[in-house]
């Protein structure tokens, strides 16, 4: 299975330019000194979040990545022209991490922000023209130094979504259909568990120029904190959100105990990280136009005997929709992060 969190890329500064063995060849001077130029440095490579990428699709299509070379130096002292920069536009959220000879990683950065970057390989000086060798015992160095190479390394891009609302559940929950329907997002949807393989992004946009981020995380099952089912690879996506939308169907719980199915994620949450647990949560059960009206006061009633609100929702007729958007809104609008210990 393919994700497109997550990529391996090689990254090559540009080899600097050799330095030039020249010698003045003008009238009336017949045995011109040395005016060999230098070579130009090589071109660095920078990786830079840009907040109109979601994906790191294309860096799976595209491993290599190699600035310019600088160029050689030529007679007359010149020097040999910079090689250009390579920037590499990468989602906001991406996580870089270079990988050592022994497998093991080292974190680099954090692009959280729009136009954040960092050098990630360094292009090589340019090597000296033969006029920095000239010395009162060799009048006519004919020798130049190479340019050096530039920096390589082997980078692990980790894509960490920035979203204000992550949308949690168990399988088949709803979450893609509530998404379509609250955005421009178009997830794939379908009746049965996992259709959600990568993370979907959706943007619902306010009245004034304002606008909030979605994220579907897909369906969690018991032991996803262990790489059951598809595991922590997006338990990840959750933790820089404001807020968690956890949804459930009525086809999955207990109409005696509806919260039970609340209790079995928020355990996985735990498992990965405890301070998940401290994210604000709006709860909702899915697909009540599935129950009938004897079903739907059994539902109500339960939910009385706790003291947690639940939103209950169908996404068919949208009765309760206006009030969890309404809800959200004011909550993301509102957000105070909370401190991790």
């Known amino acids: 299975m393919k994700f497109i969190d997550e990529a391996e890329i090689f990254v090559k500064g540009g080899k600097g330019g050799n ?13 011109g000194g040395p005016d060999g130029g230098d070579g130009g440095k090589g071109g660095d490579v920078y990786l830079q979040a840009k907040e109109n990428l979601l994906t790191l699709y294309d860096l799976r299509l595209k491993k290599r990545y190699e600035a310019e070379n600088g160029g050689y130096g030529q007679g007359k002292q010149k020097r040999g022209k910079d090689g250009e920069d390579l920037y590499i536009y990468v989602p906001v959220g ?4 270079e990988i050592l000879d022994d497998g093991t990683k080292r974190f680099l950065a954090d692009l959280n922000e729009n136009d954040k970057k960092i050098m990630v ?9 033969n ?16 340019g050096q190479e530039g920096e390589e390394k082997r980078l ?29 997002a178009r997830p794939k949807i379908a009746p049965y568990p996992f259709t959600t393989l990568t993370p979907q992004l ?6 004034f120029g304002d606008r909030i981020i979605f994220a579907d995380i897909p369906g969690l099952i018991e032991g996803a904190h262990m790489g059951q089912g598809l595991g922590h690879r997006f338990l990840k996506h959750i933790s820089r959100t404001k807020l968690l939308l956890h949804i459930l169907s009525v086809e999955e719980i207990s109409l005696e105990n509806p919260l039970e199915g609340f209790w079995l994620v928020n355990s996985e949450l735990e498992k990965f990280d405890k301070n998940l647990l401290k994210k604000e949560q709006m709860l909702v059960i899915n697909k009540i136009d599935l129950l009938d009206d004897k079903q739907k006061k059994l539902l109500q009633e339960s939910l009385e005997r706790s003291d947690m ?17 309404k809800d959200i809104w004011q909550k993301v609008k509102g957000y105070v992060p909370v401190e991790v210990i």
């Open 156 to 184: 692990m891009l980790e894509l960490k979504l920035i979203a204000d609302v992550g949308l949690i559940g168990l399988p088949n929950a709803g979450k893609s259909t509530f998404l379509s329907q609250v955005s421009k």
């Open 131 to 146: 006029i920095h060798f000239k010395s009162p015992t060799m009048r006519a160095p004919r020798i130049a130094e190479p």
């Open 121 to 129: 390989a360094r292009g090589g000086k340019g090597g000296r023209g």
């Open 94 to 97: 991406t996580l870089v991490y």
């Open 202 to 207: 959706g943007v619902v946009e306010g009245d």
């Open 309 to 325: 609100k639940v939103y209950l929702l169908s996404l068919v007729t949208k009765e309760g929709l206006g009030e969890i958007m």
């Open 19 to 31: 330095g030039c063995v020249s010698f003045r060849r003008e009238k009336y001077v017949p045995r």
